[in-house]
């Protein structure tokens, strides 16, 4: 018995992949629309192999009015959409903060906006810990002040939430969530879907695979003079399929009619600080790899430690992140020898 309709905006993409695999699980219709620029249409094939079903797939550049209009015309007996479709790249937003800009918020306006007209109630954003700037202390919850980011990438997430309070104070019938994610690793255990960057990676975790697999040959370890204990910057890193797994929750609670308020915003993490040494080491001790790195200086925008509490998702979700680091970087990497073929 289906649970109804989902509409999943960049669902082809490394977030995007695994939340359709998990609604799909649990019995909801999927939906993916997706322009395919930061992403592969075979995503879909593999959705199938492991999920046994295969969504359906609208080639939408939702950044276009017309074009989202129609995609969401034709789905409009949805009762959800999960918002992924957005550039990501920090350092590209910086060279191109006009891009940005126009594809994350114009996506994220055509979308809603459609929402509105069609009835479709209930909203999830993919956000990021991002907006929270450079924190003047750990863990960080929910309350904290956002920040105006570092980047045009982050600031559009930071925007983008803006927009969805405002829209959900004038339109009360809506419901919507915006889950600010820490830093997603990891990939499904088939090693069928997992992280797809374009060009050279500009997240760790995909760089040291890539230089593990011999493609990329030497780690930059941006800085070791950090306040922490091995010097190197601190992050908050998530498995994306406990990722997936808390936008399910997600979709339960804005359809349970349990929200007190139409608006919220969870933390998506695991609580605990890794370090990018920390990082280094396990994925050594867990492939027998060497990775190959140098220390040079820090990274522009990097701030010092980052670490999620996750005491609100799991109070109100009923989720906690349960997948250790060591599955985290064995998924990633068997996700990078079967990509290749090694
Ligand atoms: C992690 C740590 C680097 C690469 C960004 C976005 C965030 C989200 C996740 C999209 C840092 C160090 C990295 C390298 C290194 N993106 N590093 N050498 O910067 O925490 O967050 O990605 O949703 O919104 O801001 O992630 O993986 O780039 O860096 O030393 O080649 O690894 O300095 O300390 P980050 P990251």
């Given at each position: 018995?289906?649970?109804?309709?989902?509409?999943?905006?960049?669902?082809?993409?490394?977030?995007?992949?695994?939340?359709?695999?998990?609604?799909?699980?649990?019995?909801?219709?999927?939906?993916?629309?997706?322009?395919?620029?930061?992403?592969?249409?075979?995503?879909?094939?593999?959705?199938?192999?492991?999920?046994?079903?295969?969504?359906?797939?609208?080639?939408?550049?939702?950044?276009?009015?017309?074009?989202?209009?129609?995609?969401?015309?034709?789905?409009?007996?949805?009762?959800?959409?999960?918002?992924?479709?957005?550039?990501?790249?920090?350092?590209?937003?910086?060279?191109?903060?006009?891009?940005?800009?126009?594809?994350?918020?114009?996506?994220?306006?055509?979308?809603?906006?459609?929402?509105?007209?069609?009835?479709?109630?209930?909203?999830?954003?993919?956000?990021?810990?991002?907006?929270?700037?450079?924190?003047?202390?750990?863990?960080?919850?929910?309350?904290?002040?956002?920040?105006?980011?570092?980047?045009?990438?982050?600031?559009?997430?930071?925007?983008?939430?803006?927009?969805?309070?405002?829209?959900?104070?004038?339109?009360?019938?809506?419901k919507t969530i915006s889950l600010?994610?820490?830093?997603?690793?990891?990939?499904?255990?088939?090693?069928?879907?997992g992280e797809l960057p374009n060009?050279?990676?500009?997240?760790?975790?995909?760089?040291?695979?890539?230089?593990?697999?011999?493609?990329?040959?030497?780690?930059?370890?941006?800085?070791?003079?950090?306040?922490?204990?091995?010097?190197?910057?601190?992050?908050?890193?998530?498995?994306?399929?406990?990722?997936?797994?808390?936008?399910?929750?997600?979709?339960?609670?804005?359809?349970?009619?349990?929200?007190?308020?139409?608006?919220?915003?969870?933390?998506?993490?695991?609580?605990?600080?890794?370090?990018?040494?920390?990082?280094?080491?396990?994925?050594?001790?867990?492939?027998?790899?060497?990775?190959?790195?140098?220390?040079?200086?820090?990274?522009?925008?990097?701030?010092?430690?980052?670490?999620?509490?996750?005491?609100?998702?799991?109070?109100?979700?009923?989720?906690?992140?349960?997948?250790?680091?060591?599955?985290?970087?064995?998924?990633?990497?068997?996700?990078?020898?079967?990509?290749?073929?090694?």
């Amino acid at each position: 018995m289906s649970r109804g309709k989902v509409i999943i905006t960049g669902g082809c993409g490394y977030i995007g992949s695994h939340t359709s695999v998990e609604l799909i699980k649990n019995k909801f219709d999927v939906v993916i629309f997706d322009d395919l620029s930061n992403s592969k249409e075979f995503i879909m094939d593999r959705i199938y192999q492991i999920a046994g079903v295969k969504p359906a797939f609208e080639k939408v550049d939702l950044s276009n009015p017309i074009e989202a209009d129609r995609a969401y015309y034709k789905h409009s007996d949805a009762h959800s959409i999960i918002n992924f479709a957005a550039f990501k790249a920090v350092g590209e937003s910086v060279e191109k903060p006009i891009l940005y800009y126009k594809n994350n918020l114009y996506t994220l306006i055509n979308s809603i906006e459609a929402q509105k007209k069609y009835g479709i109630k209930n909203f999830i954003f993919s956000s990021s810990a991002t907006v929270y700037g450079n924190p003047n202390r750990l863990p960080i919850t929910e309350s904290f002040q956002t920040k105006r980011a570092f980047s045009p990438y982050g600031n559009s997430k930071k925007i983008a939430e803006e927009i969805l309070e405002d829209f959900s104070k004038a339109y009360p019938e809506f419901k919507t969530i915006s889950l600010r994610y820490f830093n997603p690793i990891g990939a499904h255990e088939s090693g069928l879907i997992g992280e797809l960057p374009n060009g050279i990676p500009n997240n760790l975790l995909p760089y040291v695979t890539q230089c593990a697999a011999g493609v990329l040959k030497e780690l930059q370890v941006f800085g070791n003079d950090y306040n922490t204990k091995d010097g190197t910057p601190i992050r908050d890193y998530v498995h994306v399929v406990d990722l997936a797994k808390a936008h399910v929750k997600a979709l339960e609670r804005l359809l349970s009619g349990n929200m007190k308020e139409n608006y919220d915003v969870y933390n998506l993490g695991t609580g605990k600080g890794v370090t990018v040494m920390d990082i280094i080491n396990t994925f050594e001790k867990v492939t027998k790899e060497k990775i190959n790195y140098r220390i040079t200086k820090r990274r522009a925008g990097d701030v010092q430690a980052l670490f999620a509490s996750a005491e609100k998702a799991k109070n109100n979700l009923g989720w906690e992140a349960t997948l250790s680091l060591e599955n985290m970087i064995e998924t990633s990497w068997n996700w990078e020898k079967t990509f290749r073929d090694m």
